[in-house]
């Protein structure tokens, strides 16, 4: 048994089950054991692979999109560009090589990489180490327009589920059952937060609710309606999500949440609709398919330039790698984009504007 394994059973003992927000927190941000502070999860060698690490076609494109938008609010002299959970840094560099010829945006940028994990810290200094960017360990950007990018950020922050049966809902927890860490359910409960969810379950439908993912959404929609500025959210999930999906992930591979804590990473869909409404008063995007908001920012003519210098294996990893971001049974269709801006404003480069 794991060193946290061992801490989070005997919390259970002491203080009964936790909520999968609980432990999802424990497993990821345990001062010692914690997955993302003892490790660079990332690329062939750690769990997963993100669409920065896939190739810079990604980053570029976010990067001119997000010019585009600082152009269209009147290119401002000072303005924040900010990260939330920046990987190993690929994508703000690439963001910033991508921008390094509109003029006045680098001058203008205060780089901002929200990261909480010493070991991917380390790593985005050396891949940023030519900008001084600024860390945080949570989003509080100055009092001025804000450009923001979230990739795969918010799928990593802690859920609690929830199952509906006659007389209410009932929380899934992790309890212990012959010593083992275990699913249960809590008793039966009436909960005002989930009264909009009766219209759309039926008894035995589980729903996902991300109180982190809405506190972090209505922070940033509140700065955008403020200050002005764009958010893009890219990531996997849905408009009103429903359903369990949360998972584990190790060396590539789903295993068991409730194995190898500390040591796989732990997600689950997000739930755009729920963000969209966190984020009140700025308002958002139609929620569209990474797939169409990268064909629409050109990944095609531009996959074709890079192709022009490759050949052999370098070539056929390139139109790998787009399939792998743009097609629909690969990246294209499962991960979503969604922005905020001020009510009024139109939507991003790439983009339509929301209902």
Known sequence: MSALENHITALIR????????????????????????????????????????????????????LAQSWLDMGAPQRFT?????????????????????????????DIVLVETSPALR??????????????????????????????????????RQFIRDEAGWRERVVGLEAGALAFGLTDATQLASLEHRLDDTEIG????????AEAVACEIGGHIAAHGGCALIIDYGSWRAQGDTFQAVKAHEKVSPLASLGTADLTA??????????????????????????????????????????????????????????????????FKVMALMPSGAPAPAGLQDGA
């Not at 900010?82 to 945006?105: C, H, N, Q, S, W």
């Open 14 to 65: 002491a203080s009964g089950p936790l909520t999968l927000a609980e432990f999802m927190a424990l497993c990821l941000q345990h001062p010692e054991h914690g997955y993302y502070t003892t490790r660079d999860p990332l690329g062939a060698g750690g769990d997963f692979t993100t669409s920065p690490e896939i190739s810079q076609m990604f980053g570029e494109l976010i990067g001119l999109c």
């Open 81 to 109: 560009l900010a990260e939330l959970g920046p990987g190993r840094g690929t994508l703000m560099a690439d963001i910033l090589r991508a921008t390094k010829g509109v003029a006045g945006f680098h001058a203008a940028a």
């Open 122 to 159: 380390a790593r985005q200094a050396e891949a940023l180490k030519a900008y001084a960017p600024e860390w945080q360990n949570s989003f509080a950007p100055k009092p001025q327009p804000l450009l923001l990018v979230a990739n795969e950020f918010f799928d990593a922050l802690p859920i």
């Open 205 to 212: 439908d589980l729903v996902e609710v991300c109180g982190p």
């Open 269 to 334: 869909h997000v739930d755009f609709e729920a963000l969209a409404k966190a984020a009140a008063p700025a308002a958002h995007s139609a929620l569209t398919p990474q797939g169409v908001f990268l064909e629409r920012l050109g990944i095609t003519a531009r996959a074709q330039a890079l192709a022009q210098k490759l050949t052999g294996a370098a070539l056929e990893s390139h139109i790998a790698a787009h399939r792998r971001l743009t097609h629909p049974e690969e990246m294209g269709t499962l």
